[in-house]
């Protein structure tokens, strides 16, 4: 069972930026690997950015590519996501899911059996 905690939401104005981190219970966690989404009020949940367990893949959504980051740290079981040139749209509870190593659809949630309570990101204009 791994249990996520998101933590580093807030209210920032558009332009900003804001660095999410994602920590992991398990000491298995450099075999999962890890996936944020989010979910705006009224929307469907929807993918964001994705790393492989050995960090050697990152997968983007296409609204956030060239803007956030993906990364891990593996001796920290924590992973990532640095988010800037943030925008009112990118406003949505962020959540971190892991999903088995063998998992290749990074952007499908239904690939992932773990997810955090999420945290809550803010974009003022």
């Known amino acids: 069972q791994v249990q996520l905690e998101e933590s580093g939401g807030g209210l920032v104005q558009a332009g900003g930026s804001l660095r999410l981190s994602c920590a992991a219970s398990e000491r298995t966690f450099a075999t999962y690997a890890m996936g944020w989404f989010r979910q705006a009020p009224g929307k469907e949940r929807e993918f964001v950015a994705a790393i492989t367990w050995t960090g050697g893949n990152v997968f983007y959504g296409d609204s956030v590519k060239g803007r956030f980051t993906i990364s891990r740290d593996n001796a920290k079981n924590t992973v990532y996501l640095e988010m800037r040139s943030l925008r009112p749209e990118d406003t949505a509870v962020y959540s971190c899911?892991?999903?088995?190593?063998?998992?290749?659809?990074?952007?499908?949630?239904?690939?992932?059996?773990?997810w955090g309570q999420g945290t809550q990101v803010t974009v003022s204009s």
């Open positions: 899911a892991a999903a088995p190593r063998s998992s290749y659809r990074y952007n499908v949630g239904s690939e992932y059996g773990y």
